[in-house]
């Protein structure tokens, strides 16, 4: 007796896979283009993969900065020289000098300290009188601001050009 028979090929699963496998060639056909491109997309990701990463990460930037490009920005923004913030300090006194003087010269004033002393024997000595009068000018403000504010203010002004 031979070992091969007919009775093999009469089993139900034998008799399926043709079926199965003609299910997956009609599934399959359809797709065939796009799995081509996602092939393909992917042979050029790994081919210009530094330029990849390098979108990847711009775009990772771009949608949630990190912590220390914040920081970063924060610490940037207020680091000012002295100069500059008096100059800042002195041109926000110039705007609001009409509407609120007294704002004005606490800001006039704050520009003064916060500016760079040059020193000088010249301008020490020419400087003592005036500075003596601001210091005396600012004392009789703080000590009358809360009884008359105007005339607070009226001080604070002379000491701010004083």
Partial sequence: MS????????????I?????LAAIGLTYSPARPAIIAVAGVAALALLFKPLTLALLRGILLAIAPSQKVAVAKKAAVNVASPVQTAF?????ANQIAQTQPALAAELRMRAAYAAPQRISKRAVVQASAPAQTRFALNRKA?????TQPELAAKLRMQAAYA
Avoid at 3 to 14: G, K
Avoid at 16 to 20: D, T
Avoid at 88 to 92: G, S, V
């Fill in 3 to 14: 070992t091969l028979s007919n009775s093999t090929y009469t089993h139900p699963a034998l």
């Fill in 16 to 20: 399926a896979v043709p079926a199965v």
């Fill in 88 to 92: 800042a300090l002195n041109r926000k």
């Fill in 142 to 146: 703080n000590q009358i601001a809360q």
